[in-house]
Each structure stands twice: as structure tokens, then as C-alpha cells.
């Protein structure tokens, strides 16, 4: 039977690293839209990027609390921010975009109630 | 007979024998009977010959004290000047956001509003490495008037207000530190009528005590994570701004002919005309010029990070110099004087934004 260590917990600055990440790749897709769509209304994909930005900043101004879920929380939106970091230069479109988007936001939400 | 003498300087100095009898008198007006002096002074008479072979030390501590005190008080104004760029820059995020928000229809935006009260937050509990970096100018400032005439007042309220920036800023930036009673402990151990070697002690206890807050600061400052907050605020400030002149360039409100015209300067190229035309319709240069954008942006970013590393080292460079005036060792200051040089060409690299 396999013996499944517990991940180990990340500190407090790697998860505002993760944070911070999250909301520079939200601003990243703004402008990859913004530069695949000259002129079109990107106003829902940029209240997803301040959320995103706000989440951090808010977290940047807490402590972390010790709740070992977190590290699985924190490898979720690591793994989203990649996502859309891989899709920066050839994703167009605006709908698909805010999607992606809007995944990334809940998940930056959900490892920030992880800040006290 | 009691003959009183008006005394309007602020340092004299009476050589007796081979001794050296430092006499202060405080800035202003100040009676003196002269019996008691002359009293005083022949007590003092016998001390200071007793002394008369530590004068040399004494005078070397008190040179050297004042050579710290001058590098040291230099080296703070220099690490404040590079600390506070980043507080300047809160404004042009307001702006940048400002301009994003209305842009995308959304004034009023309640995550922009919490984005900008945090970093506004953030940036004032920073601010207060500035504040120590103040405080630590003029606990310099008071040590070199001790060296020089026996300000003793000035390097006493100085020292407490040192310690009690040390430890709010550990408090700001989540590593809160307790300060030791005796870090501010006074220093003083004569009168008005002070010979060399006490004066001598007494700014070798003032060095000990920059040198104790000091090295509380440095271990903050080194511990991993502090940089990351103190330089975070900078990466987000240079995103929004950047952000706001992409979309600036992307309505054809703004030109890359000034990036363009820089970029071709050392080969002797300027840009034509309607360069911005051609831009937006080649991606691929548009995508280049994006691209030294944010590089220029990374540049500030990285600055900010290099005169945090600087004034690191310039704050760890103050330290052997304290232990070598404490030891009566000659100063090396060509490290302090280096890292200072540093931080001046990078404060000059990105000076702050002007704001009206």
C-alpha cells in the first residue's frame, strides 16, 4: 500500500509569489487580447485581472494561516497560471479568454482565504 | 572673586601638558564661573596627564568617529534617496488605474478601489525603512557632533528614536524584533568638562549602540522574503503603467517614436514619419517594440532590487568600520564609499517621476 506523504507547506511568500503570478498572467492575457483585437471591449476581462490584482494585494497585507490545504490549493492555480501563460501568443479569442480567466480568479480567491 | 565669562562657541578645545581637555559649550549663550573651572581644571590636571598616554588613541577615535559619523550620515541620505522612489510612484499607479479603469468602463471598479488602498497600505508600512534610514542619518549626525564637541543631548534623543524605527520597522514587514534596554542606554559619563579619553568613550558607546540597531536591521533585511515585499509594490506599479500605454498605443493616442528613435540612437537611425502607421500593422515589430517596453519596465523594476541589494551591502559595510573605530583600528572606507557611488548611479539610472 502506498505511503502518500502530505505535500510539503509552502511558506507565506511563496504563496503571494503564486498570487502575484496569477494576477500578472491575468494582465498578460489583457494584452494579448487587447493586441488580437484592437478597439474591442475588454472591460469583463478586465475587472477579472483587478480582481485577480486585488486578491494579492489583499493577501500581500496578511499573514498566511497554517492550514496544510493550502499546498494543494497553491500546485491548482500554479498550474492555471501556466495554462494561460502557454496561451498568451495564440489564444484570440475574447469569450475564450475571460474563461480562462475567471478559473484563474476563483482559484487565486480560493488560496487567499488561506491569509488570515 | 566670581568673574563671569560669556562663552559663544560651540567647541573649544585647551591643550594642557600633552593632554587634551575638551570643553563643550553648547550652541547659544552660557556663564561659566571661572574659579570653579579653574578648580575643576586643576583636578582635571592630574586625570589628564594620568590620560596623557591615551591622548594619541583619543584623538584618533575621535577623528575616526567623526569620519564614520560623516560616511555613515552620507551612506543613509544615499539609501533613503533610492528607498523612496517607490514612493513617489504610488501616484502614477493612481493615474495608470485611473486611466484603465475609465477606459474599460469600469470608474468605480470596488476591486481597483481595494487594489489601490492595499498598495497605498503597503507602501506606507514600507515607508518606514525610510524613516529609519532617517533616523539612522541623524544618530550619525549626532555621533559626529559628539566626536567634535560633546553634543551629548543630540546623540541621545537620536539613539532612542533609531531604536524605535528599528523595531516598527521589523513590525512592517512581519518580522517584529524586541529592542534591548541598554540599545539606548545613555552614554554619557562626565560633565561639562570632559578630557579627550572619556569624550573617546563616549563615542565608541555611541558607535556600539549604531552598530547594535544596525545589525538588527541588516538580519531583517536579510532574511528571504523581505526583499520580495519591499520591491513587489515596484513590478506592480510598472505593470499597470505599462498596461496603460499599450492601450494608449493601441487607440493611436500614443507613439513608440520615442522608444524607436532611442533604440536606433547608437546606430545612427531615426524614425520616420508615420513610423506608428507601419507599427500597428507589423505585428512582429509591434511585438518587438512591446517587447523593449517591458524590457524598460523590467529595467525600473530591477533597479529598485539592485539598491536594495546595495544599500544591503552598504549597510553591512557601515559595520567593521563601527568595530574597527571601537578598536582603535584605522577606518577602510573605500567599500562604504564604492556601495554609495553605486547607489548614486542607480538613482540617477531612474529618477523619480515628476509629479505636479
Known amino acids: 500500500m502506498a505511503n502518500t506523504q502530505p505535500a510539503p507547506q509552502p511558506s507565506a511568500q511563496e504563496v503571494l509569489d503564486s498570487l502575484a503570478s496569477a494576477a500578472d498572467a491575468a494582465r498578460q492575457a489583457y494584452l494579448a487580447a487587447l493586441a488580437a483585437n484592437p478597439g474591442a471591449d475588454l472591460s469583463d476581462l478586465y475587472r477579472a485581472e483587478m480582481r485577480a490584482t486585488a486578491i494579492w494585494s489583499a493577501a500581500e497585507d496578511k499573514a498566511l494561516s497554517n492550514d496544510p490545504a493550502i499546498a494543494a490549493a497553491q500546485a491548482e492555480l500554479d498550474a492555471n497560471v501556466q495554462k494561460v501563460r502557454g496561451q498568451l501568443a495564440t489564444l484570440k479569442d475574447v469569450g475564450a479568454w475571460l474563461t480562462l480567466l475567471n478559473s484563474l480568479v476563483q482559484l487565486a480567491a480560493s488560496v487567499a482565504k488561506y491569509f488570515a | ?356
Open chain 2, 1 to 356: 572673586m566670581n568673574e563671569l565669562i560669556q562663552a559663544t562657541g560651540a567647541s573649544h578645545r585647551i591643550s594642557i601638558g600633552t593632554g587634551i581637555i575638551c570643553r563643550r559649550w553648547a550652541s547659544g549663550l552660557r556663564f561659566i564661573d571661572v574659579s570653579r573651572v579653574v578648580r575643576i581644571a586643576f583636578n582635571a590636571v592630574s586625570l589628564v596627564l594620568l590620560g596623557a598616554g591615551f591622548t594619541g588613541c583619543s584623538t584618533q577615535t575621535l577623528s575616526s568617529g567623526a569620519s564614520l559619523a560623516k560616511v555613515g550620515q552620507t551612506a543613509a541620505i544615499q539609501m533613503e534617496q533610492n528607498a523612496t522612489i517607490s514612493a513617489r510612484s504610488i501616484l502614477a499607479l493612481k493615474k495608470a488605474v485611473a486611466f484603465n479603469d475609465g477606459y474599460n468602463k469600469q470608474v468605480g471598479n470596488a476591486d481597483s478601489k481595494a487594489f489601490l488602498a492595499n498598495m497605498t497600505a503597503i507602501q506606507g508600512r514600507l515607508s518606514q525603512f525610510g524613516r529609519w534610514l532617517e533616523s539612522l542619518s541623524s544618530s550619525y549626525s549626532a555621533m559626529g557632533d559628539l566626536a567634535s564637541y560633546d553634543a551629548f543631548g543630540n546623540f541621545d534623543s537620536s539613539i532612542g528614536a533609531l531604536a524605535t524605527n528599528t523595531a516598527n520597522f521589523a513590525g512592517a514587514v512581519g518580522k517584529p524584533i524586541t529592542i534591548p534596554p541598554d540599545a539606548t542606554a545613555t552614554v554619557k559619563v562626565a560633565g561639562g568638562l570632559v578630557i579627550g579619553s572619556i569624550q573617546a568613550h563616549e563615542v565608541k558607546s555611541a558607535s556600539r549602540k549604531i552598530e547594535g540597531l544596525l545589525t538588527n536591521v541588516i538580519a531583517v533585511l536579510d532574511e528571504p522574503g523581505t526583499k520580495k515585499q519591499l520591491v513587489a509594490i515596484q513590478r506592480e506599479v510598472a505593470g499597470q503603467i505599462d498596461q496603460a500605454a499599450a492601450v494608449l498605443f493601441a487607440n493611436g493616442i500614443s507613439s513608440y517614436a520615442p522608444l524607436l528613435d532611442d533604440l536606433g540612437s547608437s546606430l545612427g537611425l531615426k524614425s520616420i514619419a508615420n513610423a506608428d502607421s507601419l507599427v500597428v500593422n507589423k505585428t512582429n515589430v509591434l511585438a518587438g517594440l512591446r517587447n523593449v517596453a517591458v524590457e524598460l519596465s523590467n529595467e525600473q523594476v530591477e533597479s529598485q532590487e539592485a539598491a536594495y541589494d546595495k544599500s544591503l551591502a552598504a549597510l553591512k559595510a557601515l559595520v567593521p568600520l563601527h568595530q574597527s573605530l571601537e578598536h582603535g583600528a584605522p577606518l577602510n572606507l573605500n567599500a562604504i564609499v564604492n556601495t554609495v557611488n553605486q547607489l548614486q548611479q542607480l538613482a540617477a539610472m531612474f529618477p523619480p517621476p515628476k509629479t505636479k
